[in-house]
């Protein structure tokens, strides 16, 4: 079984994926990528982030599972641990350019900050890594996860460098076709409402009269029709989802069931 991930081996797309499936891990360069793969039959599962907890959501990620029929059928929370990544001889104080993916860099903006380094920008955590080995020396530093360091052959300067000791992500495992969930667990769903006074407060009223937790909920902007949106939203299930989606969906325009997936927790041990 193959499957696709964003980034390059040693990307925390990788490492989730590691976590969330067992196969063949297929590196892919984008989020877009890692859809068409999916849906080409080049993969089989495929692994995104969602979001983070401290940049918020990854909207190319929920713009694809609007567009596309794909299943959501596991979630992960990683938590981000961010190394500064050099050449052998290497030292911290002489790094004047560091290297990474613009979310990891704005992570670690008090560290980059704070050492008066240069920040610039890649497609990549992991790939970051490789850019510096191949094309830079001893002044160039990345940010990425132990595991890129170690499979680039290169030198760990500095562990734990993220702002906030909090930070993870949430990775959605995704297929063509759903699954289903005995134990504790999630539904993600998606819908546009009619542009007038109290129509997304209908919405969130039917969750609450059946006594349905929301964990989350995104607006998206819809594609093509200017400040009109859409609604991602996570709702943990119970005896009365299947009532309540049914009545959503009488009181909506677009709806879609992006997925039901067992209910992942984060390890604050991690």
């Given amino acids: ?16 994926a590691i976590q969330m499936a067992t196969g063949e891990y297929v590196p892919l360069e984008s989020v877009r990528a890692v859809f068409m793969s ?8 495929a692994v995104v982030p969602v979001e983070n907890s401290i940049e918020g959501a990854v909207n190319q990620t929920y713009d694809f599972l609007f567009r596309m029929n794909f299943y959501i059928i596991k979630e992960y929370y990683l938590r981000i ?13 002489n790094i004047t350019h560091v ?5 990891a860099l704005s992570q670690c903006s008090d560290f980059i900050y704070n050492h008066g380094m ?31 360091a170690n499979l680039n052959g290169m030198d760990i300067l500095e562990k734990d460098i993220e702002n906030n000791r909090h930070s993870y992500t949430r990775f959605f495992l995704i297929a063509k076709t759903p699954v289903k969930v005995s134990v504790p667990s999630k539904t993600s769903i998606v819908f546009s ?21 929301m964990t989350k909920i995104e607006s998206r902007p819809v594609q093509y029709t200017p400040f009109q949106y859409i609604f991602f939203i996570d709702i943990e299930n119970n005896k009365n989802t299947d009532a309540a989606i049914a009545d959503i969906q009488k009181s909506v325009e677009q709806f879609k069931i992006l997925g039901t997936y067992e ?4 390890n604050d041990e991690d």
Avoid: R, W
């Fill in 263 to 266: 209910t992942a927790y984060i």
């Fill in 1 to 16: 079984m193959k499957i696709g991930y964003f980034g390059e081996p040693g990307a925390y797309s990788h490492i989730a």
């Fill in 81 to 93: 641990k961010h190394c500064l990544i050099g050449h052998a001889g290497a030292k911290t104080d």
């Fill in 193 to 213: 409402t009619k542009n007038k006074p109290g129509a997304l407060y209908k919405i969130l009223k039917i969750l609450n009269d059946y006594g349905i937790n």
């Fill in 99 to 103: 290297h990474s993916h613009p979310q």
């Fill in 38 to 45: 999916l849906e080409d039959g080049k993969t089989s599962l």
């Fill in 118 to 148: 240069k920040p610039v920008s890649e497609y990549d955590t992991a790939g970051s890594v490789q850019i510096i080995k191949e094309n830079y020396g001893l002044s160039h530093a990345a940010i990425a996860s132990e595991i890129a």
